[in-house]
């Protein structure tokens, strides 16, 4: 199974500013996807991050406001842009290829 | 469009006795994948057990088996000898062919009591 680490585990930050969310997994995988979790809820997805081209992002979501990087097989960005408090939630990266799809730690977002 | 319903919020079993989780999914692809994953109050997500929409025989691993109907459209996951620490939400999921997409239920919350 991949191994996949996320950082930063948990921030706290003020309206109007930026996280970049980073995940790092420790093999080669096709796949990267990026969800939100608020507490207690289900998860969405926000977009599948693209080795070598633009993300694939979910209606709902758009490029300017989670602007997504994946510059190779087993590292992904996520960055969450103009934060307000409606943006706090857990951000959580999988990977995988196939079937064989494994989830990050998360992290913990609070915008005040 | 695909979705994934998970009708029961929450759910008490005793320990060591087995469980079922209820998942229900809709689709038009002839075929797709479905898992189960569990979520600890620690937040962290677990994956379980997948079933192929062509695979003929449920999947098992160890403990969980996924009793799968496609017919019905249902991938209900068994919990066999509930332990303490299977206390947790439980996330039916389903991806597309070529595991582009993953639409997640709303989950079901799992107490064990001893």
């Known amino acids: 199974s991949a191994v996949i680490s996320q950082k930063p585990s948990r921030d706290i930050c003020q309206r109007g500013t930026s996280l970049t969310i980073q995940c790092q997994v420790d093999?080669?995988?096709?796949?990267m996807f990026w969800y939100r979790q608020q507490p207690g809820q289900s998860l969405t997805l926000i977009a599948t991050?693209?080795?070598?081209?633009?993300?694939?992002?979910e209606s709902g979501f758009v490029i300017d406001k989670f602007p997504i990087s994946r510059p190779n097989l087993t590292f992904s960005t996520l960055t969450v842009s103009n934060m307000s408090p409606e943006d706090s939630s857990i951000y959580l990266c999988s990977a995988g290829t196939g079937y064989e799809q494994y989830f990050g730690p998360g992290t913990r977002l609070t915008v005040t | 469009a695909q979705k994934i319903t998970q009708t029961q919020p929450g759910m008490f079993v005793q320990e060591k006795e087995a469980v079922t989780l209820d998942c229900t999914y809709d689709?038009?692809?002839?075929?797709?994948?479905l898992f189960w994953y569990k979520q600890p109050s620690s937040g962290e997500m677990i994956f379980l057990i997948y079933q192929g929409s062509y695979d003929e025989q449920n999947a098992t691993e160890g403990r969980y088996s996924l009793n799968f109907q496609k017919a019905r459209k249902s991938a209900n996951l068994v919990i066999s000898a509930s332990q303490l620490g299977d206390s947790a939400m439980y996330f039916c999921a389903m991806t597309d062919y070529n595991f582009n997409k993953f639409y997640f239920g709303s989950g079901t919350k799992l107490n064990v009591k001893p």
């Open positions: 093999s080669q995988v096709t796949m």
């Open positions: 991050a693209n080795q070598g081209s633009e993300a694939t992002y």
């Open positions: 689709t038009s692809d002839q075929s797709y994948g």
